[in-house]
């Protein structure tokens, strides 16, 4: 009996230092440095752009506010006169994307509006989340010297043709006349 405990220490002791290991691989991102988890994107909040913020200005109502930078992310019923509009994005690989704007109320109107200065245009915003970084993707719009080089459209010389149906007369709608 001794002996069978005398052989099971040598074979334990490297599984009990494999096993106290395998908490590490957990933290990293890779598994053996060969296979990596799918980890998404978490975006959360409304992500507001420059244009969006100057269409903001003190004296529009909170319904206004609403239609224009959307349902704010804290309307706390302890602060009625402050929206919080917050936004982060956290995605692998890439550095956290967080911005907060404070929108203040007087009464039912803005009083004024926390917003950091560098928010993003929307081309900005777009560009900052796309995933297709390939600078071989074709341009989608056209420069003013090519929209110069384009044909002018074809007029039409013909007038379009009169309907064709069956005519049909029908009553008069009052029965008395």
């Not at 013909?158 to 008069?172: K, L, M, N, Q, S």
């Amino acid at each position: 009996m001794l002996r069978h405990r005398a052989l099971l220490a040598p074979l334990l002791a490297p599984l009990l230092l494999g096993t106290a290991g395998c908490d590490s691989l957990q933290r990293s991102d890779s598994f053996l440095g060969v296979i990596t988890p799918y980890r998404i994107d978490i975006v959360q909040g409304n992500a507001i752009t420059k244009e969006q913020m100057a269409l903001v200005r003190p004296g529009l109502t909170r319904l206004q506010v609403r239609d224009i930078l959307g349902s704010p992310l804290l309307a706390d019923p302890f602060h009625a006169n402050r929206w919080d509009y917050l936004f982060t994005l956290r995605r692998p690989g890439a550095e956290l994307q967080r911005r907060s704007i404070v929108v203040h109320f007087e009464g039912d109107r803005v009083r004024a509006v926390d917003a950091p200065d560098d928010l993003p245009s929307e081309r900005e915003f777009v560009a900052s989340i796309s995933r297709l970084k390939d600078p071989r993707a074709p341009r989608l719009e056209l420069s003013a010297d090519e929209r110069a080089a384009l044909p002018p459209p074809r007029r039409r010389e013909a007038p379009a043709p009169e309907p064709v149906g069956p005519v049909r007369d029908y009553p008069p709608l009052e029965a008395g006349s």
